[in-house]
C-alpha cells in the first residue's frame, strides 16, 4: 500500500466511531478531570508537557491481552525510518518512541458492561484510561497513600480493546477535543475490517467470522464496519458475516476466578461460564466429541470420571473455552442456510491473539472431523486457506501514518523503547465502599453494580508487579510475545520498589 493509501486509510479511521454511536452529554468525570483542582483526576491541560514529539505513546486494554498490539508496535518494520516511504529497512519504525502501557485489569472483563446495563460505567472508565495515560499520576503501589506525580504525559492513545473502541471511542474523543489537546486516537475496529477485506477479491464469495467479547458482538461494531466497507469497495461477492461472542475466553486468559480457578479439581458454585444448564452458553453433551474437551490438569470439572454421565460441567482452562465457542460457531453456520465458507475470522478481542495455536489446533480437528456416518461435518465450511486475522498489524500501520502525518515521531536517536513502562490497575483497598472476594479482586455483583457518576477512585493503577502479575501469564508472555517480555522485565528491574518480573521465579 502506497503513502496516499495509508493516508486515506488514517483518515477513514479517525472517521469510523460514527459508525458505532454518537457521543452522548458528557460524563461527570469529564468535570472532574477539567475543572476540579482539588480532585484525583484534575489535569491542568494548560500546562501540558511540551513538545509532543518528545512524550511517549499511551495504549491501554481491559487487561494484558492489549499487549498483543503493543507487540505489533514494538516489532512494526514496513517504512524506512529516514525516508518514511513504505518498505522495511531493519530498523523497528518505532525504535525511537517509548510506550507506556495500561490494563485496566480491576474492572475488566469490558464485554460484560452492556449486558448488565451499565454503558455508561464503562465509558466513565475508558475516560479514566485516557485520564491516567494524560496525566502525571500513578500509585508505586497498592498500599501507598499518597500518588507519584512523575510519569510522563503522551502524544497519542491506542486504544488497545474492542469493545472500548466500539462503545467509547466517540464519546472519548470529543473528551480529548475539549482539552485543546490535538494528539491521535487510534482504535482497532476499522482497521481490523479493512485488513480483513485485503484478502477478498471484488467478486469473490465468502464468510467471515466476528470472534469477540459479548460486549463488542452485542455493540454491532464489526458488522456495521465490515457491510459499510463492503458497499464503499465495491464488493460484489455474496460475503456473509456471523458473530460468535466468546463469552468467559477473555476472562480466562487473565484468570478472573468467575470464570476458572486453577487450583480447585471439582465444580464450584461461584462459576458463571458455559454448562449443561446455562441458558445463553450451554454445553450441548450431544456434541461433547465434537467439543473434545482437554481434560488433564483440572482442564474440566465434572461431577463425574466419565465425562458423557456428567450432570455438571464447567471450563477450567482457556483452550477449552476455545473448543466451545468455535464449536458453536461451526453449528451456527451449519444450521445456516447455505452459508458460504469461512474465509476469514476476526480475533476481535485482544486477548484471543494468546490462544492462536489453539484456535488453528482447533479448526484442524473441526475441518477432519467425521460424523457417524463417515462424512465431514464441517469440512465444506472452513476454506481451505483460513485467515485469521490479528487487527494489531493494522493498528500499527495507522499509527505510524498518524504520527507522520502530524509531525510526532521522536528525532532522538536513543533507542527509547527499552524505556517503555507497564501499568495495571488493582483494587483500591483503601477505598471503604471497595468489595472483594477471597482472592482480592471486586466482586462479580460489586463490579457490574456500581453506577457511572459516583466518582470515586475504585482502582490504583501501579507498575506491574510479581503481586498482580502471575507466573502462568508472564510464561505467556515469554512464549507469544518475547520482545514485549523484555521491555516489561526491563521496566521492572529498574523500578526498585517491585518484585522483578521473571516467568521461570516462583512466588
Same mark, same amino acid.
Not at 479511521?13 to 484534575?42: D, M, R
Not at 499511551?58 to 525510518?81: C, E, M, P, R, W
Not at 487473565?254 to 450451554?282: A, M, Q, T
Given at each position: ?12 479511521? /479517525? ?15 469529564? #468535570? ?41 508496535? &514494538? ?15 531493519? @530498523?523497528? =519504525? ?22 448488565? !446495563? ?5 465509558? #466513565?472508565? $475508558? ?22 506525580? =512523575?510519569? #510522563?504525559?503522551?502524544?497519542?492513545? &491506542? ?11 466517540? =464519546? ?8 485543546? /489537546? ?6 482497532? *475496529? ?19 467470522? &466476528? ?10 461494531? %464489526? ?22 461472542? !466468546? ?6 486468559? =487473565? ?56 450432570? @455438571? ?28 465458507? /469461512? ?12 490462544? *492462536?495455536?489453539? $484456535? ?16 465431514? &461435518? ?9 485467515? $485469521? ?8 500501520? #495507522? ?44 466482586? %462479580? ?39 514485549? %517480555? ?20 516462583? $512466588?
Amino acid at each position: 500500500m502506497n503513502k496516499s493509501l495509508f493516508k486515506i486509510a488514517f483518515l477513514a479511521g /479517525l472517521c469510523f466511531s460514527l459508525k458505532f454511536s454518537v457521543a452522548q452529554t458528557p460524563l461527570k468525570i469529564e #468535570e472532574n478531570i477539567l475543572k476540579e483542582p482539588n480532585n484525583y483526576y484534575y489535569i491542568n491541560f494548560q500546562n501540558y508537557a511540551t513538545p509532543l514529539n518528545k512524550l511517549p505513546i499511551g495504549v491501554f486494554d481491559s487487561g494484558t491481552g492489549g499487549l498483543t498490539v503493543l507487540d505489533a508496535l &514494538v516489532n512494526f518494520d514496513q517504512f524506512n525510518n529516514h525516508t518514511k516511504h513504505q518498505g522495511k529497512d531493519g @530498523i523497528l =519504525d518505532f525504535e525511537s518512541e517509548k510506550f507506556i502501557y495500561l490494563a485496566d485489569q480491576a474492572n475488566m472483563p469490558y464485554g460484560n458492561y452492556n449486558a448488565t !446495563g451499565k454503558d455508561d460505567l464503562l465509558k #466513565e472508565h $475508558i475516560i479514566k484510561d485516557f485520564q491516567f495515560l494524560l496525566s502525571n499520576k500513578y500509585y508505586q503501589n497498592s498500599n501507598q497513600t499518597s500518588f507519584q506525580k =512523575d510519569k #510522563e504525559q503522551v502524544k497519542a492513545i &491506542v486504544i488497545a480493546c474492542n469493545t472500548a473502541t466500539a462503545y467509547g471511542y466517540e =464519546d472519548a474523543v470529543a473528551f480529548l477535543n475539549t482539552t485543546g /489537546l490535538n494528539i491521535p486516537v487510534i482504535g482497532v *475496529i476499522n482497521a481490523a475490517a479493512r485488513g480483513t477485506l485485503s484478502f477478498f477479491d471484488k467478486k469473490e464469495n465468502g464468510s467471515i467470522a &466476528v470472534f469477540a467479547t459479548v460486549g463488542t458482538i452485542a455493540s454491532k461494531g %464489526y458488522e456495521r464496519t465490515l457491510r459499510q466497507q463492503i458497499v464503499e469497495g465495491n464488493f460484489t461477492g455474496d460475503i456473509e458475516i456471523f458473530n460468535q461472542g !466468546g463469552y468467559g475466553l477473555a476472562e480466562a486468559v =487473565d484468570e478472573e476466578p468467575d470464570f476458572i480457578r486453577k487450583n480447585v479439581k471439582e465444580p464450584r458454585k461461584e462459576y458463571r461460564g458455559p454448562s449443561l444448564d446455562n441458558p445463553n452458553y450451554r454445553i450441548d453433551q450431544a456434541l461433547l466429541e465434537v467439543y473434545n474437551f482437554k481434560k488433564d490438569n483440572s482442564s474440566l470439572l465434572c461431577d463425574n470420571q466419565n465425562v458423557d454421565d456428567c450432570s @455438571i460441567i464447567q471450563l477450567n482452562d482457556a483452550e477449552n473455552y476455545v473448543r466451545y465457542h468455535l464449536v458453536s460457531l461451526m453449528e451456527q453456520m451449519r444450521k445456516a442456510d447455505k452459508a458460504q465458507p /469461512l474465509k476469514a475470522i476476526i480475533l476481535g478481542c485482544t486477548h484471543y491473539p494468546f490462544l *492462536i495455536k489453539e $484456535i488453528k489446533q482447533v479448526f484442524d480437528e473441526l475441518r477432519n472431523y467425521k460424523g457417524k456416518d463417515g462424512n465431514y &461435518v464441517y469440512r465444506n465450511l472452513i476454506s481451505e486457506n483460513l485467515h $485469521i486475522i490479528d487487527p494489531s498489524v493494522y493498528v500499527a500501520q #495507522e499509527l505510524y501514518t498518524a504520527l507522520n502525518s502530524k509531525s510526532l515521531f521522536n528525532d532522538s536517536k536513543n533507542p527509547l523503547m527499552t524505556k517503555s513502562e507497564f501499568y495495571i490497575s488493582v483494587p483500591n483497598v483503601t477505598n471503604k465502599n471497595v468489595k472483594l472476594d477471597a482472592e482480592g479482586r471486586f466482586t %462479580y455483583d460489586y463490579k457490574y453494580g456500581r453506577n457511572a457518576g459516583e466518582i470515586q477512585e475504585y482502582v490504583k493503577v501501579v507498575p506491574f508487579d510479581r503481586k498482580n502479575i502471575s507466573e502462568e501469564t508472564l510464561k505467556r508472555f515469554e512464549s507469544l510475545i518475547p520482545n514485549t %517480555y523484555k521491555l516489561i522485565q526491563n521496566f521492572s528491574k529498574e523500578n526498585p520498589k517491585t518484585r522483578y518480573l521473571k516467568a521461570e521465579e516462583k $512466588i
